[in-house]
Structures are given as structure tokens and as C-alpha cells.
């Protein structure tokens, strides 16, 4: 091994390792919440003002209070307990079966031949235009309406799924075949873990689609739900119940979200690393 002298060295330049250029949770936290905050900043000084008057829109002190108000009567937890388990339903039997058939899809030729076409095919059609198809073939109860968000949540799932395991390295895969894993272990040992980043990605976009096919799907003759409280807020020109609501849908979907953004970095604990230089 050569050394270098101190002369031969004079010249050169100390190497710069890497450093972790991430912002700190505390100041992540703070822009993150900083958008927000200043919409409901805006909304409320267009209320104060009188620029945006009661009958347009409630000022997000009522919102408050009528929240507490629903809250305290029980007419809160019951509309949010069915509306969760309906789209919570909804997203667990789309997401399944678009996982499955995603990943059927793309592990083989055939697969991808007998599925793929009739699956984009579906997809072409806005899941909004089979609400009344899904009210004569179920009926007006919870089936149509956890079935017409199961269909919304199934096509991003099995898109993102199909690709992430058409996306899996060929070369571990033959790999991991000359060790002698059957259809079934390959699956679940190689193609699933390598297509963990596109399956959380149809996920989040499934649990988005659950929240919007949700309100299309409290149109039809709810009785209760969140839904139900926008429908009977209407007839009263209840701007507060209405605002209320819509903010709670986006809480909802929010929520999800950030939930499974937490399971993404406990499942890949990598691609925070990757995301910090």
C-alpha cells in the first residue's frame, strides 16, 4: 500500500461526506400547517367583515359551535360512525380485489391478456354514471353504497399494483426462482416487497377515490351519515352544518392519508433515508 507524503497531499481537497440537508418535524410541521391556517385566517376575516354574509357561507366561529352542538346531542359520533364504516368497507373490499387482480395481471403473460383489457376498459367509466344501475341491482340500502365505492377504489389500487410488479427486477426474480420458490412464495417473498412503493401509491390515491365516491354515495336516500346531516342542512339553509361536513370529508381523507404515509415509512424505512440528502 503507498502512503502519501505530506507534500503529495498538500494539493488535495478533504472529502465532503453527504450531510442530512432535512428540515427539522417541528419546522416540517409548521409549513405544513401554515397553508391551512391561513385559508381559515381568510375565511374568517371575510366573515367578520360582512364580505361573505351568514346565508353564503357560516364564519368558522359557528362552525365551531354548531361542531360542539351536534357533538353534544350524539347526532356527531352516529353521522361519523357510518359514514367511516361505509367508506372504511368501501376501500377494504376495492383496494383487495384491485391488489389481487393487479397482481395476477402483472406476475404473468396470461394473466395480463385476460384481465387487462377488460380492466381498462371499466375504468373508462366514471363510477358516478353506475349510481343509479347500482340502486336497481341492490336496492337503496348500505350494499349499493358500499359496492359503488368499492368500484371507485378498485381501478387506481390495481393500475399502480399491476405496474409496480411489472416494475420488480426481473433479474431477482429469476433469482429467486433458481432457489426453487413456487408462484405462491415468489409472490409473496419478492414481487409484493419489491412493489411495496406502487402498492402504497394506489393506496393513497383508493383512499382518496373512497372519500369522493362517499358523498356520491350518501345521495342516494341516506338516512343517516354525513350525508344525511348535509341533505337535511340544505332544506334549512344550514350554511354550518354544510361547511361543517365538508371540512369533516376532508378531515377524513386527510387522516388516511397521513396514516399511511406513517405505515409507508415503518414498511420503508429506506426511502426516508433516500428522501433526507
Keep these: 500500500m503507498t502512503v502519501l507524503t505530506g507534500q503529495e497531499t498538500a494539493g488535495l481537497v478533504p472529502p465532503d461526506p453527504p450531510r442530512n440537508t432535512g428540515r427539522h418535524p417541528a419546522a416540517s410541521l409548521a409549513l405544513r400547517v401554515l ?80 384481465l387487462d383489457s377488460s380492466m381498462q376498459a371499466l375504468r373508462a367509466i366514471p363510477f358516478l354514471a353506475l349510481t343509479s344501475l347500482f340502486m336497481v341491482w341492490f336496492g337503496i340500502e348500505e350494499t349499493s353504497k358500499i359496492l359503488l365505492i368499492s368500484v371507485a377504489c378498485t381501478f387506481p389500487m390495481y393500475i399502480n399494483v399491476s405496474s409496480g410488479v411489472r416494475n420488480v427486477d ?38 382518496t377515490l373512497s372519500v369522493v365516491a362517499l358523498i356520491a354515495a350518501e345521495e342516494i336516500n341516506v338516512t ?27 378531515l377524513i381523507g386527510l387522516t388516511a392519508d397521513v396514516i399511511l404515509r406513517l405505515a409507508e415509512r415503518f414498511t420503508m424505512p429506506w426511502r426516508k433515508a433516500v428522501a433526507a440528502r
Design 35 to 114: 397553508g391551512p391556517a391561513l385559508l381559515v385566517g381568510l375565511w374568517y376575516a371575510g366573515t367578520a367583515s360582512g364580505v361573505i354574509t351568514p346565508d353564503v357561507l357560516a364564519g368558522p366561529q359557528d362552525v365551531v359551535k354548531t361542531f360542539g352542538e351536534l357533538w353534544a346531542d350524539g347526532q356527531m359520533q352516529e353521522a361519523l360512525g357510518v359514514s367511516l364504516t361505509r367508506a372504511g368497507l368501501g376501500l377494504l373490499l376495492g383496494a383487495s380485489a384491485g391488489l389481487v387482480i393487479g397482481v395476477l395481471s402483472g406476475l404473468s403473460r396470461l394473466g395480463e391478456e385476460l
Design 170 to 207: 426481473r433479474k431477482v426474480v429469476e433469482a429467486a426462482r433458481s432457489f426453487g420458490l413456487g408462484r405462491l412464495a415468489l409472490a409473496r417473498e419478492v414481487v409484493l416487497p419489491g412493489a411495496l412503493p406502487s402498492i402504497f401509491a394506489g393506496l393513497r390515491l383508493s383512499t
Design 224 to 250: 343517516a351519515g354525513l350525508g344525511y346531516l348535509m341533505a337535511r342542512a340544505t332544506d334549512y339553509l344550514r350554511t354550518d352544518i354544510l361547511a361543517l361536513c365538508v371540512i369533516l370529508y376532508a
